[in-house]
């Protein structure tokens, strides 16, 4: 009897997981992506500036494994028939505006902590004497602190503050006092179950990445992230529901009662598995009957809200010879990131083009400093920026302002446990998958997509 499968969420960690089922079910499988925007691709957005393609999401992804093959979402592009799109960033160097200055971001670090602290050339003054082998690893078997306790304790505060506070915040706009060192940096927290020096787990965790000499650390996709959510979609061969949001999801024999759109004219549909794919609180809402063990455990999922500002500048206007820069929390400013986007990507623009630069605004817990008019913030953004990179800009010929309220989840410290627990909860023909619990990294968000695709899969077939 032919199967129906509910992909809830229509981002790339839904996309992955529909593209994963049709390969992995018979070919007469319904696979339905609910998607209650009007557009798929969650926060991959590619959009328009000064008449070139600029991303108002992600703008790339890690190229490599930790095994150093290719990473999840280089797989994924290969299968979606866009291998030979992939493209990748010039090799510039990237900074941190510390006091006025842009300095290099120092080499060798992971993540921000450094393997060897006389790499830091002033960056940051670490405390060298704290970092002692006191004979036993620095966590037991499974134990998750904050990022910033860990390398406070052993290498004080100015290194949290100059270097992991910033590279965290790039990623994740929250604060390593606050987040998860076994969800943001797994690696690390393996090694540190057998390193008794941080210096030794970092230099262990470098040590298991097995990316090739000149392998580039990141890639893209040659016309942007769009085009990679246009083929996933077509990969998928599902069929695509917009606009019509699902309400409840309801137990029915061996099967699932999907009640959808607005209550006063609900629809229905009935399936025989569901992956959701959405956010924390909406799945938790949506899990509340269902499963409510695994609704209470990833409910509480704190977010941050974050802005992009995006300027095409005059052509010619100087910038320094860097890729971008990252501002520590400490340096107060709206601004946390910069891109300068068209020297990254040099691609997407001849000699006389525009000079795009792309900064990223806002951080958790600094909502209310986003609440300004767009125009308002784009003024921010291009006053701030001038006086990181030493100098008035000239004003942009095209600006516009992303908005993504809620957009990180943070992850707090037992967030790995939290979502084990979730997992463990849920019924046979139910799987989670997305940023909400696994990273939010495009080829973790894939890998999530394709585990929860894995196990639906498997239990249809045993049905």
Request: glycine share 12%; hydrophobic share 45%.
């Amino acid at each position: 009897m032919r199967k129906r499968i509910a992909v809830i969420g229509g981002g790339i960690a839904g996309l992955a997981a529909a593209v994963r089922l049709r390969d992995l079910t018979p070919a007469d499988t319904e696979i339905i992506v609910y998607e209650q925007s009007g557009a798929l691709g969650g926060k991959l957005r590619t959009g328009e500036l000064a008449g070139l393609r600029v991303e108002r999401g992600a703008e790339s992804f890690l190229n490599g494994a930790p095994d150093g093959g290719a990473s999840a979402a280089v797989l994924f592009a290969r299968r979606v028939g866009l291998g030979d799109a992939l493209v990748h960033p010039a090799a510039q160097p990237a900074a941190l505006a510390i006091g006025g200055t842009l300095a290099r971001i120092p080499a060798g670090t992971l993540v921000g902590v450094p393997g060897d602290l006389s790499t830091l050339d002033g960056v940051a003054l670490p405390d060298e004497s704290a970092d002692l082998d006191t004979g036993h690893p620095l966590l037991a078997p499974g134990q998750d602190i904050a990022v910033g306790e860990l390398v406070r304790s052993r290498y004080g505060a100015e290194v949290v503050e100059r270097l992991v506070d910033p590279m965290l915040g790039g990623v994740y706009a929250g604060r390593a006092d606050r987040l998860s060192l076994r969800a943001t940096m797994p690696q690390l927290a393996r090694t540190a179950e057998t390193e008794h020096t941080l210096r030794g787990a970092v230099q262990a965790a470098q040590a298991l990445s097995k990316r090739a000499p000149g392998q580039p650390v990141f890639a893209a996709v040659d016309g942007g992230m769009g085009r990679l959510i246009g083929a996933a979609a077509t990969a998928a061969r599902a069929r695509i529901s917009l606009g019509l949001p699902v309400r409840e999801i309801i137990r029915a024999g061996n099967r699932w009662h999907l009640v959808l759109g607005p209550a006063p004219e609900p629809q229905t549909d009935d399936v025989d598995a569901v992956i959701l794919a959405v956010p924390a609180r909406p799945a938790a809402r949506l899990l509340a009957d269902a499963a409510p063990e695994s609704a209470q455990a990833i409910g509480d999922l704190e977010y941050a809200s974050v802005a992009l500002a995006g300027m095409a500048l005059p052509p010619g206007t100087p910038l320094p010879e860097l890729s971008g820069f990252l501002v520590p929390p400490g340096e107060g400013t709206l601004v946390k990131a910069a891109t300068f986007f068209t020297r990254k990507w040099p691609h997407l623009t001849g000699p006389g083009g525009p000079v795009i630069v792309r900064a990223s605004l806002g951080r958790a817990g600094e909502e209310d400093r986003l609440q300004h008019s767009d125009h308002a913030l784009l003024a921010i953004a291009h006053r701030e920026l001038g006086e990181l990179v030493g100098g008035q800009l000239p004003p942009a010929a095209a600006s516009w302002i992303q908005r993504w309220g809620g957009g990180l989840p943070q992850y707090a410290p037992g967030h790995p446990d939290r979502v084990a627990a979730a997992r463990a909860a849920l019924p046979s023909g139910l799987a989670l998958a997305g940023a909400a619990l696994d990273g939010v990294g495009i080829p973790v968000c894939v890998a999530s997509g394709e585990r929860a695709a894995d196990d639906v899969s498997k239990y249809l077939e045993e049905l």
